[in-house]
């Protein structure tokens, strides 16, 4: 791991693409906004991001989008719209593609409200950039982030619907792998109990610390 929490990337250059496009529809307010370590949701999510050091960071805003630029710290991030958020979060990830730098390399996929991705997680999926979509496996099952490789962009710029990505990591068509980490699934926020989940954790951490 490099200093500071930042991960090493080698030559390889690599960008984040952050999903924050979502409705909220089963919490009933913009989970993006919600309040999380003296600021939103997002922002702690994007603080974690940043101090990976990758090259690049875009983030796909859809539900709430003008109260998220209003409210969130979007610094050294690319924004983009996802017109097409409510038919699922592949809508978002072809939004991305067309802002990720020509140079990349490939990216990695991080969900907008999953605020606790480890540095040593990260670095560890970068161990499978070789392969065309690597994928955590954590202790309680395999979740994000996602690796993508270049080659793998014209497949994704035609998927469809929500868990589409999933479908591409096991259709075979790709190689793939999955990185065991000894740690669980980061918490993440869909409904109100998620969230309760998640101040609950952080308020456990506050006090062991």
Not at 24 to 36: A, C, D
Not at 40 to 46: F, H, I, K, R
Not at 117 to 141: D, M, P, Q, W
Not at 169 to 194: H, N, Q, W, Y
Request: glycine share 10%; net charge negative; aromatic share 6%.
């Amino acid at each position: 791991m490099g200093e500071a929490g930042f991960v090493e990337t080698g030559d390889l250059r690599v960008a984040a693409v952050v999903l924050a496009a979502g409705s909220s529809r089963r919490l009933g307010e913009p989970k993006q906004l919600l309040p999380f370590r003296g600021a939103t949701l997002l922002d702690a999510t994007l603080d974690r991001v940043r101090s990976f050091g990758l090259s690049q960071t875009i983030v796909a805003l859809g539900g709430a989008a003008p109260e998220v630029r209003e409210t969130v710290d979007l610094t050294g991030c690319c924004v983009v719209d996802s017109v097409h958020h409510t038919e699922g979060c592949s809508s978002s990830i072809v939004a991305a593609l067309a802002a990720i730098d020509a140079a990349a390399d490939g990216f990695l996929l991080f969900l907008g409200d999953q605020p606790d991705v480890g540095s040593s997680t990260v670095e560890a999926l970068l161990t499978a950039t070789a392969t065309e979509i690597a994928v955590v496996g954590y202790r309680n099952g395999a979740g994000h982030p996602f690796w993508f490789a270049r080659s793998v962009f014209d497949a994704l710029r035609g998927l469809h619907g929500d868990k589409a990505v999933w479908k591409l990591l096991e259709s075979g068509l790709f190689e793939s792998a999955t990185v065991a980490v000894d740690a669980d699934v980061p918490l993440d926020v869909d409904t109100r109990d998620d969230y309760d989940r998640l101040l609950a954790a952080e308020a456990l951490r506050s006090d062991v610390s």
